[in-house]
Every structure is written in C-alpha cells, then in structure tokens.
C-alpha cells in the first residue's frame, strides 16, 4: 500500500437523528492537513461496516449495514466537492461472504482534502441508536518546498 502512515477517522451519528438526506460532517483531521511546511497525500481510503469491525476506537457501535449501504462519501479538495456522493460500500474492500477481500480504493496521489468540509450523506432514514461511520486513509506527509 502507497502511503507511509494510517489514520482511522470516526464520525459519530447521534442516536434518535430524524430525517431523510443527514449531513454528517466529518470535521477537521489535523494529522490529513497540508500546511506550509507539509503537504499530505491520500493514497487509499477505505470504510467499514458492523459487518467488518463491531465496536469504533471510542466504543460506539459501527454503523449497521442498513445505513452503510444508503451513505455516500463527499470529498472536498481544495474548496471543492471534486468526490461527489462516491457509495461508503466501493469504499469497502471486504464482502460478505466469507470475509474475502478485494482491493482497496486508491487515489492517484490526493492532496488537498479539506476535511472539515467532506461529509457522509445518508440518503434515507438513520437508525436511531447511536453508532460511527468509520473511515481509514492511508497516507504521507513530505516537506512542502514552496
């Protein structure tokens, strides 16, 4: 895998959430920032299922399938939504059957991700328990020579 480092992101869905088309932000990620004196690139990206992992890093249950299959990830690059509703499942290397994986979603060299501008857009209704969208990168960060 491209990419030196691996940062699982985790964005909590408050339990009882009401409506249809939920923005769920994924907020700031300092570690995923390019700075002046860094920039970062995002080689892959990959989300997870109850089907995959059970309990997020803080405890929280990971969404339920129901929703995973209705979510869609928007990246926002450079004040851009240049990924637009790409589904959470073609971020997800593992199938169903028999815990088989295929390939993880990579990126020519993605820099510029404006995470606190990126959400996960659930286009139906949320189960109303509390539960995370988790999502990890794989990444690097060189020395910016600006």
């Known amino acids: 895998m491209n990419g030196n480092r691996f940062q699982t992101i985790e964005v909590v869905v408050p339990a009882a959430t009401s409506g249809t088309l939920n923005r769920f932000k994924i907020g700031d990620q300092p ?4 700075t002046v004196n860094q920039i970062v690139t995002v080689y892959a990206i990959r989300t997870y299922s109850d089907n995959c ?3 997020s ?3 929280i249950p990971v969404v339920p ?3 995973y299959s209705n979510a869609y ?3 926002n690059i450079d004040g851009r939504e240049d990924f637009l509703y790409i589904p959470l499942k073609d971020l997800n290397n593992s199938t169903d ?3 088989s994986v295929q390939e993880v979603y990579k990126f020519d060299k993605l820099v510029g991700v404006d995470w606190s501008k990126s959400y996960i857009l659930n286009s139906a209704a ?3 328990t509390a539960h995370s969208y ?3 990168v794989w990444y690097s960060v060189e020395p910016s020579y600006k």
Request: proline fraction near 4%; charged fraction near 15%.
């Open 97 to 99: 059957s028999e815990f």
């Open 73 to 75: 990830l928007v990246l």
């Open 126 to 128: 949320v189960t109303q």
């Open 57 to 59: 890093p803080m405890g």
């Open 53 to 55: 992992v059970t309990n």
């Open 65 to 67: 399938e129901t929703d």
């Open 31 to 34: 570690q995923l920032r390019s």
């Open 134 to 136: 988790l999502i990890g």
